[in-house]
C-alpha cells in the first residue's frame, strides 16, 4: 500500500511539473481571452478530478449498500473529501477567470449555481461522516446521498452543452460556436493537466483511505479497553 | 496583458495553497492517530 503510494505520488509530481512546463513555457496565448484564460488549465482539470471524487463516492456508496463492505465505505469518505476539496478549488479559481473577463465575480448562470449544488451535496456528506459517529444507520443514509449526489454531476456536465449559459465550453464547442481550445497544443496541455490532476486526487484518497484505517483500528481498540475495564 | 497576471497568479496560487494545506491537515491526523494507537498497544502490553 505504502509502495502505491509512493508511486502515485511520483507520477503525479512527474506530471504535474510536465503540465506547468507546457502552461508557462509552450501553449500560446489565447487571442481573446489573454493570459487569464491560461486559468483554465488548472480549472477544468480541478472539475475532472472534482467530478471524479464524487463519482467514486456514489460507486463506493452503492457497493456499500449491496455489499456492507467496510473498504468501501471508507473510499467513499475518503473521495467525498477530496472531491469537496477540488470542487472548492473549481469555485475559486472560476471567479478569478471570469471577473476579468466578464467584469462580475459570480453569475447565477445554470453551471455555476449547479456547481454550487454540487459542492453543497457533498460537503453535507463529508459534514454527515464527520460529526455523525460510527452509527450505521447514518452510514448508509450517507451512502444514499452519495449516490444522489452524483446526478447532480450528470446534470452539471451537460448544463454547459444544453443550457444556454454564458460559461464557455472549453472542450467541445456548443452548436454554431468556437471551441475554447483553438490551437492543438492547448489540447495537450488541457489532457497533461488532467492526468497530473487527476493522479493527485488518487494519491490524495489514498492518504485518506490509510487515515481511515487507522482511525477505525484506533477506535476497535479502544472498545476493547473500555469493555476490559480499562488499562 | 500583463495586467492581468494578478488574476493568473492568484488562481494558481488558490490552487497550490489548498493542496498544500489538505495535505498538511491529512499528515497531521494520521500522525496523531498512529501517536495514539501507539499509545493504546503500549498500556495493553504492560
Redesign the interface.
Known amino acids: 500500500m505504502r509502495r502505491a503510494e509512493t508511486g502515485l505520488r511520483w507520477a503525479a509530481s512527474g506530471a504535474m511539473l510536465v503540465a506547468l512546463f507546457l502552461i508557462f513555457c509552450v501553449v500560446p ?1 489565447e487571442a481573446q481571452m ?3 484564460q ?2 483554465f488549465y ?2 477544468v482539470p ?1 472539475a475532472f478530478a472534482a467530478y471524479a471524487g464524487f463519482l467514486t463516492v456514489a460507486v463506493a456508496s452503492a457497493v456499500y449498500l449491496a455489499k456492507g463492505s467496510v473498504a468501501a465505505d471508507r473510499l467513499a469518505i475518503a473521495a467525498a473529501e477530496v472531491g469537496v ?1 477540488f470542487c ?2 473549481v469555485l ?2 472560476g471567479p ?2 471570469a ?2 473577463i466578464w467584469g462580475v465575480w459570480w453569475t447565477w448562470d445554470p453551471q455555476l449555481t449547479l456547481t454550487i449544488i454540487l459542492w453543497s451535496i457533498y460537503v453535507a456528506y463529508v459534514m454527515l461522516r464527520a460529526f455523525g459517529g460510527e452509527d450505521e444507520a447514518i452510514a448508509r443514509y450517507a451512502a444514499v446521498l452519495g449516490i444522489v449526489g452524483s446526478l447532480a454531476i450528470v446534470l452539471n456536465h451537460y448544463a454547459v452543452q444544453l443550457l444556454e449559459g454564458i460559461h464557455p465550453a472549453v472542450i467541445r464547442a456548443r452548436p454554431g460556436r468556437e471551441s475554447g481550445l483553438g490551437d492543438p497544443m492547448m489540447g495537450i496541455t488541457l489532457a497533461t493537466s488532467a492526468v497530473a490532476m487527476l493522479l ?1 486526487a488518487a494519491w ?1 484518497v489514498m ?2 483511505v ?2 481511515e484505517r ?2 477505525a ?2 477506535a476497535t ?2 472498545r476493547e ?1 473500555e469493555e476490559g475495564g480499562g ?1 | 496583458m500583463t495586467a492581468n497576471l494578478g488574476y493568473l497568479f492568484a488562481a494558481y496560487a488558490a490552487v497550490w495553497i489548498g493542496i498544500i494545506v489538505y495535505v498538511r491537515s491529512i499528515e497531521r491526523r494520521t500522525r496523531e492517530l498512529e501517536d495514539e494507537l501507539q499509545d493504546i498497544r503500549s498500556r495493553r502490553g504492560r
Open positions: 496565448t489573454g493570459i487569464v491560461r486559468i488548472f480549472h480541478c476539496l472548492t478549488l475559486i479559481t478569478i477567470w471577473r476579468p493527485l490524495l492518504l485518506r490509510r487515515t487507522i482511525a483500528e484506533v481498540l479502544r479497553v488499562v
